[in-house]
């Protein structure tokens, strides 16, 4: 049977279009299924919705031609300051202090990391796909069947198209039937918090500072966004989230005050506001016989530590590194041993990030006041020890470890 392409990417949200565009620049033709219709993902507006990218990620855009489209948008983010706290009763006077001029990475003039609204992203990683030739995108159509023969994997779309590859990707979120249908299982638990989600307009600039609070039902993120502007990533315990979410727009600004405090000066809402669920999910696996799993549809975790999308973009980049070097070593693309490379490179990774993630958020959604005391002086031990503080930074940054060629310099 003649394929429609070398790989099948399963899920066109943004972690499917960056490998897809990975793969087509180093020879590979790819295949992208997308839930959604294309003029739902082009047609978004402002909604608040934004990402704290890593410079490793930031490397990864570069690479694959999207920073340049959306660089102009980007809002840089110079300093991190994270501190305990409790509504209405100010921060802890112990805290933790990052600084890009600590020196990140090679300058110190670059910044730690960027603040990215996802209208923009998604709308380069469409236009980007679309000028690709080697690219093909399906849009508005969901798989229902993957079958599997000696030769490559075939899936069947809802309206009875079958498409043809030597292997199959499955980005398709945390319920991802790619996984289910490979008979790929999943471990995690929810952690009975949900995430709020918004964006703010302040009187005072935010002079690209990120801001994290940890509260006792959860933490409260204030992230730069360009102008005076920032998005809010805001836990709470589900039943309290719920309560908050039904509000007026001006009642949910009652409760966001005094958890949120005056440095920024006057604040409404600019834009929508969302809700999402918080939990930790890993699949057992993230490869099977001619499929692997990257981004959610691999793991899924607290956003405590603000690595979400980094991570999800690392898997990109570990897939495409792995993909391209067996492929130039003439290697089969889909061989267990193949696929076997990638799941070893991320799987102990992501074990890891999750466990941190998961130990974080349990020891600061706490108000024991032992607990707080600790952590509390944690925070200043770390915060007194410079070379501690920079390889924290370079940690969050993606900088340490076996980096894949795209998220080299």
Not at 155 to 183: E, F, M, P
Not at 254 to 270: K, M, Q, T
């Amino acid at each position: 049977m003649t394929k429609n392409s070398d790989i099948v990417i399963v899920g066109g949200g943004l972690n499917g279009p960056a490998l897809a565009l990975a793969l087509a620049l180093a020879g590979f033709t790819v295949t992208v299924i997308d839930a959604l219709p294309v003029k739902i993902r082009k047609n978004a507006g402002f909604d608040g919705r934004g990402y704290a990218l890593a410079l490793a990620s930031k490397r990864l855009l570069n690479a694959i031609g999207i920073w340049p489209r959306v660089a102009q948008n980007a809002q840089p983010m110079y300093e991190i300051k994270v501190s305990d706290g409790h509504a209405g009763l100010g921060v802890s006077p112990f805290f933790m202090h990052f600084d890009h001029s600590d020196g990140v990475d090679s300058s110190p003039h670059d910044p730690m990391g960027f603040m990215l609204e996802d209208r923009y992203l998604r709308g380069a990683f469409l236009a980007a796909m679309k000028e690709h030739p080697a690219i093909t995108q399906i849009s508005g159509q969901t798989v229902v069947a993957q079958t599997l023969d000696p030769q490559g994997i075939s899936v069947t779309l809802a309206s009875g198209k079958v498409l043809r590859a030597n292997l199959l990707i499955g980005s398709d979120g945390r319920a991802s039937g790619t996984a289910t249908r490979a008979g790929i299982r999943r471990t995690g638990w929810n952690y009975g918090q949900t995430a709020l989600v918004c964006a703010i307009d302040h009187a005072m600039p935010h002079n690209g500072i990120a801001h994290q609070f940890f509260m006792p039902a959860g933490p409260l993120a204030i992230l730069p966004l360009p102008g005076n502007r920032s998005s809010i990533v805001w836990s709470e315990t589900t039943a309290n989230a719920a309560a908050i979410h039904a509000l007026s727009d001006a009642d949910y600004l009652a409760v966001l005050r005094p958890r949120f405090g005056d440095f920024l000066g006057e604040i409404s809402l600019a834009g929508q506001r969302f809700t999402y669920p918080l939990d930790l999910t890993l699949a057992n696996a993230f490869v099977g016989e001619r499929l692997a799993l990257i981004g959610d549809a691999a793991h899924g975790m607290h956003p405590i530590a603000g690595q979400g999308l980094n991570a999800d973009l690392r898997d990109v980049a570990a897939l495409a590194h792995v993909l391209t070097h067996a492929r130039q070593r003439g290697e089969d693309i889909a061989a267990q041993l193949t696929l076997d490379r990638y799941q070893q490179w991320r799987r102990f990774d992501t074990q890891s990030l999750a466990m941190i993630t998961d130990l974080s958020n349990k020891l600061f959604s706490n108000g024991n006041p032992l607990l707080r005391l600790g952590r509390d002086l944690g925070m200043r031990a770390i915060n007194a020890m410079p070379p501690l503080r920079r390889g924290l930074m370079r940690e969050a940054a993606g900088l340490r470890g076996d980096l894949p060629d795209l998220m080299r310099e």
